[in-house]
């Protein structure tokens, strides 16, 4: 149990925790950090635009309050911010933690000292949680490490500092990190050029460093303002100015993942879509999640709720999950009876594919039966054991599954001698249509592959907002959703060799990296497809 935490004069007080959020990629964030999110009652923040850190580690019923900007929308200063934050600590009590989110790590030009002593003053107990800097993250991002064998020594500056003195910054061993907004950059810049260092030194810039909207350009010292003002940089930016720029040539690791800087569409419920959002992120890819579908319970439970006591009293010899949501009604039936998994006891459990698997194993439960071929009902139906009056001491199957399944599996495990309870588990109900602009996307070609995961989600985006451009990599998880597919006139360019969400991702960006070859052996540049889209004209056959 966490102590009460109290200031000098006994009042209950809430504890602050100063966590770091790191450079921009979530998958960099510290695993305390993760867990002090997780357990807030308030989290300040400003600056950065940090939705996806918080959707992803923060509570859902957590209070969000805006440290950069006061009542009426002007910019607060670091002496603000800090009445602010002891303010938030004290009304929220002596139970409840306020995270103070700062970007990259606290001790970096984040305004931790003055916020962390007015908490002293007030005798609020803190504590502080580092994160990694951006200052060395978004060059190795880019490829460039800050120290070589020539380059000895690094010198970190704020752009926004008019106290600077540049002279330590000028010797050619000495690698300079500038970090501010792109209109003091130029400034900073210059600064350091007109202090004597020379002007054929390289310059990296970075935006967005280490996020999948990564933005890298290479110049030069002298040629740096010119690219500033030309250029269209947002914050954050970052500056690195040193001879170890020139490596990038040979160490750029990120930007050439196969998939970087493409927009993929994933028409995935978006409890569904984390671990393939994942995976295209690891390829460098950004994943735009659109809900088709919508999961509801049976109109009628009832049907469910005998199926479930007749799981528990013996009445079934298997039980077949054809999807991940039919593993989620039923564990929530079992959590809404008291009951775990030492229930499938004795049950041989079939499941119709990887994905399916993997939430069984996740529940505890390893299955008997996975497709050795097509993960599909088919296949599930080519490996399903003939029932034996001698082996198999009852010939009863159930089947969980949504409202609109086919009958292809209960005619075969039928036609095989069993007896199956086929039983509506779940609704699937069509999505409301996504916004106009996401509508307006899908159909002009902003976004460079959709992934289909199911042959329902084909026919669902293609209703609620309307077939993808010509330009637009279609990539399917099987035969039957390429079928699917092409009813709808579409163009399947990717199909994963095997049913499962990862070989699909995989599969993409095998044809990524495909494409990006095709186009440096035929001397061109490496484009995206939704930057082709004006010369695309492909059509399905």
Do not use: C
């Not at 400034?187 to 990564?214: D, F, M, Y």
């Not at 309870?421 to 899908?442: L, S």
């Amino acid at each position: 149990m966490t102590p009460t935490a109290t200031t000098r004069a006994g009042k209950p007080v809430g504890r602050v925790a100063f966590v770091g959020a790191g450079p921009g990629d979530p998958g960099l964030v510290t695993l305390r950090a993760r867990d002090r999110l997780a357990a807030a009652d308030t989290i300040l923040i400003d600056q950065l635009n940090r939705d996806e850190l918080i959707a992803r580690f923060a509570g859902s019923d957590v209070t969000l309050v805006d440290a950069g900007h006061g009542e009426h929308g002007e910019e607060l200063t670091r002496a603000s911010r800090a009445k602010l934050l002891v303010r938030t600590a004290k009304a929220l009590g002596g139970d409840g933690l306020v995270v103070r989110l700062l970007d990259g790590d606290p001790s970096l030009f984040s305004g931790f000292a003055e916020e962390a002593l007015a908490l002293h003053k007030a005798g609020i107990p803190f504590e502080v949680v580092p994160g990694v800097s951006a200052a060395s993250a978004v060059p190795m991002y880019a490829g460039v490490p800050l120290t070589t064998q020539q380059a000895t020594a690094v010198h970190v500056v704020d752009a926004g500092d008019r106290r600077v003195d540049w002279a330590p910054a000028v010797p050619d061993h000495v690698t300079v990190v500038v970090l501010g907004a792109p209109e003091t950059l130029a400034s900073a810049l210059g600064g350091l050029l007109a202090a004597g260092r020379s002007a054929e030194t390289p310059v990296l810039l970075t935006e967005r460093g280490t996020t999948t909207q990564q933005v890298s350009r290479v110049t030069t010292l002298g040629e740096s303002a010119a690219l500033l003002a030309e250029s269209t940089l947002i914050f954050p930016t970052l500056a690195v100015v040193g001879q170890s720029v020139a490596l990038r040539s040979e160490l750029s690791w990120y930007e050439t993942k196969p998939l970087f800087g493409w927009t993929v569409l994933l028409p995935r419920t978006k409890d569904q879509a984390g671990a393939t959002s994942e995976r295209l992120a690891f390829y460098g890819a950004h994943a735009d999640i659109v809900p088709t579908i919508s999961v509801e319970p049976p109109r009628t439970p009832q049907q469910m709720d005998r199926a479930i006591k007749g799981l528990v009293t013996g009445r079934y010899e298997w039980i077949g999950f054809t999807s991940v949501n039919a593993v989620k009604a039923v564990r929530e039936k079992f959590e809404e009876s008291g009951l775990d998994a030492r229930a499938f006891s004795g049950l041989k459990i079939a499941a119709v594919g990887g994905v399916t698997a993997n939430a069984l194993r996740e529940w505890g439960l390893v299955p008997d039966l996975v497709p050795s071929g097509e993960q599909s009902a088919a296949g599930l139906l080519a490996d399903w054991p003939e029932y034996d009056d001698v082996l198999d001491p009852i010939n009863r199957v159930f089947l969980p599954r949504a409202d609109i399944a086919t009958d292809t599996l209960v005619a075969g495990l039928q036609d095989m001698g069993w007896e199956v309870d086929d039983v509506t588990a779940y609704r699937t109900v069509r999505a409301a249509p996504p916004a106009a602009e996401v509508r307006d996307a899908i159909k002009s070609g902003a976004y460079d592959a959709v992934v289909f995961t199911s042959s329902s989600t084909v026919r669902n985006l293609v209703g609620i907002a309307g077939k993808p451009h010509p330009s637009t990599v279609v990539a399917v998880i099987g035969p039957a959703t390429a079928k699917a597919a092409e009813e709808a006139g579409l163009h399947v360019d990717v199909m994963a060799p095997e049913a499962s969400s990862d070989a699909l991702v995989d599969a993409l960006a095998a044809h990524g990296l495909g494409l990006a070859v095709a186009a440096q052996e035929a001397g061109g540049p490496v484009r995206r497809p939704s930057a082709t889209k004006a010369t695309a004209r492909r059509r399905a056959r």
